[in-house]
């Protein structure tokens, strides 16, 4: 009898210390996106953008089904604030905004997903397409190795940002 008893209160005792073990562990860090960066110091979170109000000139619609336009080398767009559209895929959505100044790209902001696994592609992937952006002045720009997604999803954004800015 003696032994029965003490295998059942050790047997009780190892299932309470597994499942005290269990409910100790804390849920993962989740981190949120990074804020939207304000290249003209504008509201980047609601509505769309407006040019600013120096250049004297009025936003042009984006064309809607437009997505091979480019910027020709910085002429031709209207100087302002303008964002491209929300695009989402499977790890995520990603938007850009570009800062226009005497008709060429002067500044880009973008938020990206930085949760699971974006956590460690974007944050390296999102400043090499920024890069390439200021110096091909257009959405003509290759894909970072590994952030095939991010690079699709930052192109076709750029591409409406630029189409609201004349390109």
Known sequence: MRRSTAAAVGTLAG?????????????????????????????????????????GKKKKEPAKDDQSGT??????????????????????????????????????????????????INPAAVPQLKKETLKAQSAEIDAVSGATFTSKSYVESLQAALDQAGA
């Open 15 to 55: 299932a309470a210390l597994i499942i005290g073990v269990r409910l100790s562990v804390s849920a993962p860090v989740v981190t949120a996106a990074p804020p939207a960066v304000d290249v003209a110091n504008n509201d980047l979170g609601t509505g769309d953008p407006e040019p600013s109000a120096s250049s």
């Open 71 to 120: 910027a020709g080398g910085g002429s031709g767009l209207t100087d302002g604030t303008f964002k491209g559209k929300a695009v989402r895929n499977p790890y995520g959505t990603v938007q850009v905004s570009i800062k226009v100044t005497d008709g060429k790209i002067a500044a880009i902001g973008a938020t990206f997903p930085t949760t699971g696994q974006s956590a460690t």
